[in-house]
C-alpha cells in the first residue's frame, strides 16, 4: 500500500491542524494505520494508532486529548485531527501501516510501509 501524508503547515500555539494519509493500492481498512512523527536531533516517536479491525484507537501520554486519529473508509484515508497544538509537537508526521500485534502498536518496526511525511510547526 502506498501512503501519502498531507495536511502540514505552521500555526500558532493553541491552534489546529488536521493531517491526512491517503492510501492506493490497498484498502487502508484491511490495515492497522499509525502516526509517527520525528523532531529534528530526535527519535522517532509514536503518537496515535488505530486497529484495522475494531477501529480501537491509541496515543501517546503527550498527545492525549489533545489529537483524534479516524479513518474514513469511504475515502480510504486516515486522519489526525490536532488541537490546542504546543511549540513541542513541532515535528515531521509519518503515517504508517502494518499489521502489529496490539502489544507493539508503537513500536515503528511493526509498520512496513510508511508515507513521505509532512512537516508541522507551532509557533510560541
Known amino acids: 500500500v502506498q501512503l501519502q501524508a498531507s495536511g502540514g503547515g505552521l500555526v500558532q500555539e493553541g491552534g489546529s491542524l488536521r493531517l491526512s494519509c491517503a492510501a492506493s493500492?490497498?484498502?487502508?481498512?484491511?490495515?492497522?494505520v499509525a502516526w509517527f512523527r520525528q523532531a529534528p536531533g530526535k527519535e522517532r516517536e509514536f503518537v496515535a494508532h488505530?486497529?484495522?479491525?475494531?477501529?480501537?484507537?491509541y496515543y501517546a501520554d503527550s498527545v492525549k486529548g489533545r489529537f483524534r486519529i479516524s479513518r474514513d473508509s469511504s475515502k480510504n484515508a486516515v486522519y489526525l485531527q490536532m488541537t490546542s497544538l504546543k511549540p513541542e509537537d513541532t515535528a515531521t508526521y509519518y503515517c504508517?501501516?502494518?499489521?502489529?500485534?496490539?502489544?507493539?502498536?508503537?513500536?515503528?518496526?511493526?509498520?512496513?510501509?510508511w508515507g513521505q511525511g509532512t512537516q508541522v510547526t507551532v509557533s510560541s
Open positions: 504508517a501501516t502494518g499489521r502489529p500485534v496490539l502489544s507493539a502498536y508503537d513500536v515503528s518496526p511493526m509498520y512496513y510501509s
Open positions: 488505530i486497529r484495522q479491525s475494531s477501529s480501537a484507537t
Open positions: 493500492g490497498r484498502t487502508l481498512s484491511t490495515y492497522a
